[in-house]
């Protein structure tokens, strides 16, 4: 590899404020869905991630399932909105079903079809400071 190539590499490594670890968006029948991930933080300070949008959503939101063992939404009462999520310096966000969830609203207004098992998904995360971060996570059935 050419140096050039190398250090516009590095480059892209380095700006980048959020590194995805694992990431899924659930894929259903409905209009609702909610998406997952693990983030790591490189960076020694806190990453505030103030807001959230993808292609196949009108909306997404921040929420945090307040009930053990609910993740699927029958009971909304179980989960609530959250304004911000925070990456720790160098550590780990998740993510992941009974904690944080991304929900995905409109999806039938956004897509033609419903989402298909293993079609990629756009998120793109709005950090508090002004930048974002764009992360590719599959549609699974789980
Ligand atoms: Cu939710």
Do not use: C
Not at 20 to 26: D, F, I, T
Not at 73 to 89: F, G, N, Y
Not at 100 to 108: A, D, Q, T, V
Not at 119 to 127: F, G, S, Y
């Amino acid at each position: 590899m050419r140096w050039t190539a190398l250090l516009v590499l590095m480059g892209v490594a380095l700006a980048q404020p959020l590194r995805l670890e694992q990431g899924w968006v659930r894929r259903v029948p409905g209009d609702v869905t909610a998406a997952y991930m693990v983030l790591y933080n490189p960076g020694d300070r806190p990453v505030r991630i103030v807001g959230a949008s993808s292609p196949i959503a009108s909306r997404v939101e921040f929420h945090q399932t307040t009930r053990g063992g609910h993740d699927h939404h029958a009971d909304l009462s179980a989960m609530r909105r959250v304004a911000a999520l925070v990456v720790p310096a160098r550590g780990r966000l998740e993510v992941l079903p009974g904690g944080y969830h991304l929900m995905l609203y409109g999806l039938r207004e956004k897509n033609p079809r419903p989402l298909q098992e293993g079609q990629r998904v756009a998120i793109t995360l709005r950090l508090e400071g002004g930048g974002s971060v764009t992360f590719s996570l599959p549609v699974e059935t789980r």
